[in-house]
């Protein structure tokens, strides 16, 4: 069984990380390019060796078998993340060094009619194409940007001719083993500083094996690793050493930080625009994430094809993902409403229940059900567990989906009508008017919508308009979340006072600026049967070889990969 958690690091300790740092931090802004390549090499082959222990210790703490299928969880969202993250930095800077772009072969750059300036973000490459097939992801630059302003987008840090670089602070996120990771690798190879990485006491258990494979970047103070709860936290945020922050987490912990504790004194702070952090900070926190349902008539094995991919959004991770699909957005007098979601219900009850393992989520998960008017456990409450909850037919009137369900609760609303216009246009608005965050959102469109000019040009525009920093087509935006080479972060326009999902983008592997958000898109029915659907009969097996294939990339090891994977 995992150990306690980590001691915090002592306040001494902490001054000789951050003098250490500040000490280190020109040097590391002005390496060049070559060293910097060969240090993230030296920190994959470091991450490869510790990969199984980190995915065994994930497992350990979240009360799964490591030797099950569920185990291919671990593997994907730690190691697997991390490994082709850092592969991703390599080829950027490759190319920066011998080019002066970081962009990928694969990467055109197209402007729409309306002057709208996209980027192909995946495949990234040759070896994307051939691993995610049918998948494609475009990056939308911000309103004003033109085809030829892009290649001064692209790892601007590497334009400065004598940087003086800096100390960042990462608040790791302790819900996904990857993310303090490459929340890290971002500051260090995006923004071009060095980092102080503070673990959240959930996932601590990770720190050791990352201070192995970080080792090349930890011996050289380029890379600190610091434990602790909120005390540490507060007292890193607010040191003079510290000169921007990074947290990946809750609205409620970036307002603390930001405004201090709740109360009159904080609101007064608000109003007169006089936050207590007089610091960047940037973010990635909470959504309520929707999936929209397309309007359309759909044959009895799309239902459950699509309820399927939906559960499977939904249960990842028991839920506590701030992409895990949270809302379904139905239209109103849909006839085919009652058969999707008794599949939905269906697929439900075939995945046993979860160990709750996030702090709170007892708490949270008893006051949605509480409340509920209406509500469908799926299950069975096992020792240690919750049930899964369906809260049906939930007014989407102002203020009903304003705090986060971050725990096993999906609900369902309805609006507008089956008429496409109608429909889209109504989910638009409720979603970005009423519903809380900015990260992501899914709209679920079937071959036989997008061939009817009706329904394709009422989706298209929903998409343009929805506010949201990824859109999933057909798939979940979390595979987004993976990929590296679509960034990540919440839509533009959020404020300090009102944060919604966060300000600025991660997991940007290309080093793009000036993002608006990216459009994800994959056939309704894809092949092979992506990772996250239950009943998938080989996910660990894939999850352990794309880890190797990540680690080194043959083509061998993709033909492997895919054998795999068409065993699903």
């Not at 608040?171 to 260090?188: T, W």
């Amino acid at each position: 069984m995992r150990s306690a958690n980590h001691p915090p690091t002592p306040e001494s300790e902490l001054e000789k990380q951050l003098e250490r740092l500040a000490t280190r931090a020109r040097a590391f802004a002005r390496a060049p390019i070559s060293k910097k390549i060969i240090w993230l090499r030296e920190v994959r082959t470091g991450l490869s060796r510790v990969s199984a222990g980190l995915a065994e210790r994930a497992c350990d703490a979240k009360h799964i078998d490591f030797s099950s299928n569920l185990a291919a969880e671990e593997w994907l969202s730690g190691p697997g993340i991390i490994l082709r993250h850092l592969r991703l930095y390599e080829d950027s800077l490759v190319r920066r060094a011998a080019h002066g772009s970081t962009l990928g072969p694969l990467a055109r750059v197209t402007e729409t009619a309306e002057g709208r300036t996209r980027v192909c973000v995946l495949p990234a490459d040759n070896y994307d194409r051939a691993i995610f097939m049918g998948f494609t992801a475009e990056t939308w630059f911000e309103q004003g940007v033109r085809s030829v302003d892009v290649a001064g987008l692209q790892g601007c840090f590497y334009d400065k001719a004598e940087p003086e670089g800096g100390v960042s602070l990462v608040l790791g996120a302790g819900n996904v083993g990857s993310i303090p990771a490459v929340d890290a690798l971002h500051k260090l190879f995006m923004d071009g500083r060095v980092c102080l990485l503070k673990l959240n006491p959930v996932n601590d258990y990770l720190g050791p094996l990352f201070e192995q494979a970080f080792a090349v970047l930890i011996e050289q103070g380029f890379l600190q690793i610091a434990y602790g709860g909120g005390a540490v936290g507060a007292y890193l945020c607010q040191h003079p050493l510290i000169q921007d922050i990074h947290i990946t987490g809750s609205e409620q912990t970036h307002d603390l930080i930001v405004w201090g504790p709740p109360g009159a004194a904080r609101e007064l702070r608000k109003q007169n625009h006089q936050p207590l952090l007089n610091k960047p900070i940037t973010s990635e926190l909470g959504n309520i994430s929707p999936a929209i349902i397309t309007p359309a008539k759909y044959t009895e094995s799309q239902l459950q094809l699509m309820a399927r991919n939906l559960v499977g959004t939904f249960v990842l991770n028991a839920g506590f993902n701030c992409n895990a699909t949270k809302v379904l957005v139905l239209a109103r007098g849909w006839p085919q409403a009652p058969a999707f979601l008794a599949a939905v219900g269906a697929w439900l009850s075939r995945v046993p229940p979860r160990f709750p393992y996030y702090p709170g989520a007892h708490a949270v998960y008893r006051q949605l059900v509480d409340a509920a008017s209406r509500v469908e456990l799926f299950g069975g409450e096992q020792t240690g567990t919750l049930p899964w909850a369906l809260v049906r037919d939930v007014e989407a009137e102002a203020g009903a989906f304003n705090t986060e369900p971050f725990c096993a609760v999906l609900s369902q609303t309805s609006l507008g009508s089956p008429d496409p216009d109608e429909f889209f246009q109504a989910a638009t608005l409720f979603l970005n008017e009423h519903v809380k965050g900015t990260l992501n959102a899914m709209l679920l469109l079937p071959p036989q919508a997008e061939r009817d000019p009706c329904f394709r040009r009422a989706a298209e525009r929903a998409i343009r308009e929805l506010r949201y920093g990824v859109i999933g087509v057909n798939h979940w935006p979390a595979a987004a979340f993976g990929m590296g080479s679509i960034p990540w972060g919440g839509y533009p326009g959020a404020s300090l006072a009102d944060i919604q999902s966060g300000i600025g983008f991660v997991h940007n592997t290309f080093m793009l600026e000036r993002i608006e958000k990216s459009v994800l898109r994959g056939p309704f029915a894809a092949f092979p049967l992506p990772m996250w659907f239950p009943g998938h009969r080989t996910q660990r097996l894939v999850a352990t070889k794309f880890c190797e294939f990540e680690a080194a990339p043959t083509w061998g090891k993709v033909f492997g990969l895919a054998a795999s994977a068409l065993r699903a």
